[in-house]
């Protein structure tokens, strides 16, 4: 079975320069989740998808970052300008909550994208 | 804020001997998760223990749940070298609809010396 997929895996931009990432779930997963993880932290939620509705975007900065997941598979996330604090590895996880489910399912990380905001 | 946070935040042993990580939380959760992360890669998830639970195996794995101390705790037991990496705990502090707060603790960081 094939896993979590990102791209692109290192990128380097200089600030208010934009970037996007992009997440190719595994197959049949219904929940999909975008995190930033800063060096020597836990990652951070930003965004959590079921199918292509959003459930929790409630720590996503909403004045430069978007995120979308356009017929509830792959999904994209936008930074838009960038800043110094936003060099991090952005990781995409996904996971088969059903459409009800309130708990926290096993998630499947992909390997991240390293972004460095010079 | 993190709802997590991992004790030791470093730790460091001899192969073979037993590695114990503690995860304390600040609100109610439905369940908590434990995962692994290599350096420059992905997590990996090891272990689920559901609120209602208080003691879970998994291999060399063995983790507690204390829901009236708020606290978790990660046993690896006869450790490797490959156990070297970060640990994280991962709760879910419970929402409504489909929606459950997802709050990762800080981590963890085990070197295993040969």
């Known amino acids: 079975e094939a896993g979590v997929a990102q791209s692109p895996r290192y990128k380097i931009i200089e600030k208010r320069q934009s970037v996007a990432f992009w997440c190719n779930p595994i197959s049949g997963h219904a929940t999909l989740y975008w995190y930033q993880q800063i060096l020597g932290q836990g990652p951070k939620l930003l965004i959590q998808?079921?199918?292509?509705?959003?459930?929790?975007d409630s720590q996503l900065p909403k004045d430069r970052f978007s995120a979308e997941r356009l017929k509830g598979v792959d999904s994209t996330l936008k930074i838009q300008p960038a800043k110094l604090e936003d060099s991090a590895v952005y990781l995409c996880?996904?996971?088969?909550?059903?459409?009800?489910?309130?708990?926290?399912?096993?998630?499947?990380f992909g390997p991240g994208t390293r972004l460095t905001v010079l | 804020s993190q709802q997590g946070e991992e004790d030791p935040q470093a730790l460091s042993i001899q192969e073979g001997e037993n590695a114990t990580m503690n995860c304390s939380y600040k609100?109610?959760?439905?369940?908590l998760q434990w995962y692994r992360q290599n350096s420059g890669r992905g997590l990996v998830h090891l272990i689920l223990i559901r609120s209602n639970e208080r003691e879970k195996h998994s291999g060399r794995l063995r983790v507690t749940l204390d829901t009236s101390k708020k606290s978790s705790s990660l046993l690896i037991t006869a450790s490797r070298a490959a156990d070297t990496a970060s640990y994280f705990c991962?709760?879910?502090?419970?929402?409504?609809?489909?929606?459950?707060?997802?709050?990762f603790g800080s981590g963890t960081r085990l070197s295993i010396r040969p």
């Open positions: 998808f079921q199918n292509n509705g959003v459930v929790d």
């Open positions: 609100t109610s959760i439905n369940n």
């Open positions: 996880a996904s996971s088969t909550i059903p459409g009800t489910a309130v708990t926290l399912d096993t998630q499947y």
């Open positions: 991962a709760t879910d502090a419970g929402g409504y609809s489909s929606a459950s707060k997802i709050i």
